[in-house]
């Protein structure tokens, strides 16, 4: 065995001729400024020593390297950049394998790609997902990728970001043989030894024929340009890499790799990239709720479901995707029946599209099992509650399982609105009570509020936050209040969005404008889609507490009270032809908003797409900094992965607050300012960004300062 040589954490040790390059820098072998120097060295070092034929480079840890370290981006850069540790990876003189387990990501598959040979084991994951970060592949993995396993398949990998398998590496040609163990440093030296022995020669990528066949280059190009044009919905990434892939096939090597780099430096000024980045890094700080640092989960292998309703079976489908067993109790045999129906569907309908075998549906509803009576729960170790939103029928069923859980089982409400302290405080154990908000579809969406009251135990939110990660949620810790973080500020700035509405602008120009946005959807296609008649119930829960100097505009109660709930009825604010989900404008919603202005005693004026969103906007952020003055949301990031994550506001921006700090406080409170002159009721500017602006701070200073 030879020595050990150069700096950390990049180490090097001789097996025979092979000089194996190990990179160690936790959590994940991130590329940062001593990696990528510790490389460079270590490729000298093989080729200035004879005793060396062969350089092997592996990833110490549970991955080989996941990319280029993303904390350095917006910062001044370090040489060597990373293109430039690849050249000279792939001018190695001596033949250069990588072996690859775990997560081999972005740089991480830029440096294999830059290596002459390839292999990988089991349960790796191979991919370009720089576009996820706003980003694009900056060190040639846009010229290497391309000639290595054609046009058509490297763009799919690039512009979708997703990962390959070992198996799917292989057979797109990204890896040249697969390890038959998950021991990746033997494998890789076995791999190492045969190269040596059959005198394999250096094979660079930069010389691999993937593009040979232009025309089948140019048809993919054409299409992924086509493709990007229809679907990218104004990202700024993924034209720049269909532009560097043009290059690789039209340029010769160097110059792409030159224009690579121009067009990623134009991506890394890109505000995209800075709010793709913060939505990356947000969705890890919100898992680190203190109760998670204080206490460990409880037991989470079977769980109770009260209620087998929209959410109750939607509930049921997550919790049995993640393999746990499911016992759902219903109010009788029909709704039970009902209930498990509803779970049913899902599968059924997963089977008919092929996606699904039946005997995997039938080994899923194995774990799945109904009842009446809650006596079925007695060894539950969490029951989540989602029966209708009433606190006496809510109250009612706390009681029952108080009699029938075991010590120690976690007890949860899906309660929308409602006071979870009030039902912590009903039942003789509220240390094991918390809110699990779920959203609609409970089986597809990926946030998941997760709501503290005052007397709950630690371990019981982190079982919260486990349950999560069992269920790949993102979870947002959140205090108790009306609406906690989401559904309360989406009541403001739709509150906005109806004073704008009655003075003059149409659901459909407020709807064009938030899409225009980045939003999927604007509010009142939202409206349509989650149905009328669910706001509507909280707005007369609400109109006994209202503030009666408070302006409130009574449009969707008059098209609530013609029965239109949306695209349940066929119609609310859109015309919804028969089994058409896109709807249409509604002459009589306009009949109804004329009719209300008339009555509101409004002459309607002129809105801009512009003046639309800053007062929906100021609304969304104002709320959201009173939700973290109060303590109810823990940072501002806390806000911002709920909206990205739960409401359909555009990762690229981050989320509410990240926008904010990019606008500028003191812009936001000017705003808010202006608008109030009309409204100081409504516009009332939150302490915190009053404060903030005053001091000359952002939001973020607040993310930094947790
Ligand atoms: N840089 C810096 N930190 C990173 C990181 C990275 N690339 N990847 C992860 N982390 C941190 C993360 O914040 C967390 O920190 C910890 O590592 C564990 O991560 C030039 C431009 C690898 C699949 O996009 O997808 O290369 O919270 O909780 O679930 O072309 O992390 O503990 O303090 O996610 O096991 C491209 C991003 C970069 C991959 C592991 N690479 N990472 O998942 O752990 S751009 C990526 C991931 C680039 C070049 C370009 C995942 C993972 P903390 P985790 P995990
Ligand atoms: P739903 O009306 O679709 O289903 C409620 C179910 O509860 C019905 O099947 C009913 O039979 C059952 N039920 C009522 N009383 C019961 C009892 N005592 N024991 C057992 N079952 C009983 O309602 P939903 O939309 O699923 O909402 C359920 C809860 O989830 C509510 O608190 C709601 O506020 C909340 N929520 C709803 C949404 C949404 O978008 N629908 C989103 C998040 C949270």
Redesign the pocket.
């Known amino acids: 065995m030879a020595t050990d040589t150069v700096s950390t954490p990049v180490t090097t040790r001789r097996h025979g001729k092979v000089l194996v390059v190990s990179v160690d820098n936790p959590p994940v072998n991130a590329l940062g400024v001593d990696v990528r120097r510790g490389l460079v060295s270590a490729i000298d070092a093989a080729q200035s020593d004879d005793a060396v034929a062969a350089v092997l480079i592996v990833g110490a840890g549970r991955n080989f390297i996941a990319g280029a370290d993303i904390r350095e981006f917006g910062k001044p850069p370090l040489p060597p950049a990373l293109p430039d540790v690849c050249k000279r990876i792939e001018a190695c003189s001596k033949p250069v394998i990588a072996a690859l387990h775990g997560a081999a990501l972005g740089g991480g598959l830029e440096v294999a790609l830059a290596a002459h040979y390839r292999l990988a084991v089991n349960g790796v994951k191979l991919g370009l997902p720089e576009v996820q970060l706003g980003l694009m592949p900056g060190a040639g993995g846009t010229q290497r990728a391309p000639r290595l396993i054609g046009a058509g398949p490297a763009l799919e990998l690039m512009l979708s970001g997703r990962q390959v398998g070992a198996d799917e590496a292989l057979a797109l040609g990204l890896v040249d043989r697969l390890g038959r163990s998950d021991d990746t440093l033997a494998e890789g030296l076995a791999y190492a030894q045969e190269l040596l022995a059959a005198n394999a020669p250096v094979r660079r990528t930069r010389d691999a024929q993937g593009l040979a066949d232009r025309d089948a280059s140019r048809a993919a190009l054409d299409a992924a340009r086509a493709d990007v044009a229809a679907k990218s919905r104004g990202l700024f990434s993924p034209q720049k890499i269909v532009d560097a892939v043009e290059a690789a096939l039209e340029l010769p090597f160097d110059e792409g790799l030159r224009l690579e780099r121009t067009l990623f430096q134009q991506c890394i000024a890109s505000p995209q990239r800075t709010g793709l980045i913060h939505a990356f890094f947000a969705e890890r700080e919100v898992a680190k709720a203190p109760e998670t640092k204080l206490a460990q989960p409880r037991p989470l292998a079977s769980a109770g479901i009260?209620?087998?309703?929209?959410?109750?079976?939607?509930i049921a489908v997550a919790m049995l995707d993640a393999g746990m067993t499911v016992t759902m109790?219903?109010?009788?045999d029909d709704?039970l029946a009902?209930?498990r129906s509803n779970v049913e569907k899902v599968y059924d309908s997963l089977v008919a599209k092929g996606r699904m075998t039946a005997a995997a549906k039938a080994a899923v509803m194995a774990r799945f099992s109904g009842a009446?009576a809650y006596d079925a729960l007695s060894q539950a170790d969490l029951v989540i509650?989602?029966?209708?939103?009433?606190m006496a029928?809510?109250k009612?069923?706390f009681a029952?399982l108080d009699r029938v859980c075991k010590p120690g089982a976690v007890l949860a409400?899906?309660?929308?609105?409602?006071d979870i302290d009030a039902i912590a405080a009903s039942i003789s154990r509220p240390q094991d009570v918390l809110g699990l908000?779920?959203?609609?579809p409970?089986h597809v969406m990926k946030l998941l509020e997760i709501v503290v009251p005052a007397r709950v135990n630690a371990d019981a939110v982190a079982t919260g936050f486990e349950l999560a990660k069992k269920l790949r949620k993102v979870a947002v810790r959140a205090g108790v209040c009306d609406g906690f973080i989401g559904n309360r500020i989406l009541a403001v700035y739709r509150q906005a969005a109806d004073h704008m509405l009655e003075d003059g602008a149409s659901p459909y120009q407020i709807d064009e404008a938030v899409r225009e946005f980045g939003y999927p959807m604007g509010p009142y296609q939202v409206a349509d889609l989650?149905?009328g008649d669910?706001g509507w119930a909280t707005r007369k829960r609400r109109a006994a507490t209202r503030d009666p100097r408070t302006r409130y505009v009574e449009i969707a109660d008059r098209i609530c009270e013609s029965g239109w709930f949306g695209e349940k009825t066929g119609r609310g604010y859109y015309l919804y032809a028969k089994g058409s989900r896109s709807g249409t404008p509604d002459p009589e919603v306009f009949a109804i908003v004329d009719a209300e202005r008339k009555r509101a005693g409004i002459t309607p004026r002129i809105f801009d797409n512009a003046e639309i969103m800053r007062r929906y906007l100021a609304a969304m952020i104002n709320e959201g900094a009173n939700v973290v003055h109060e303590g109810i949301a823990l940072r501002p990031l806390d806000v911002d992965v709920t909206f990205v994550a739960g409401y359909g506001f555009p990762r690229h921006r981050g989320g509410p607050m990240k926008y904010a700090d990019t606008v500028g406080l003191p812009q936001v409170l000017a705003d808010i300012r202006e608008f109030a002159n009309d409204d100081p009721l409504f516009w009332r500017p939150s302490p915190l960004l009053v404060d903030l602006a005053l001091r000359g701070k952002d939001f973020d200073s607040l993310n930094q300062a947790a």
């Open positions: 009260i209620g087998g309703g929209t959410m109750g079976a939607g109790v219903e109010r009788d709704s009902r209930g009446t509650e989602a029966v209708f939103e009433d029928v809510k009612a069923v029952a409400t899906n309660t929308s609105y409602l908000h779920f959203f609609s409970a989650a149905g669910i």
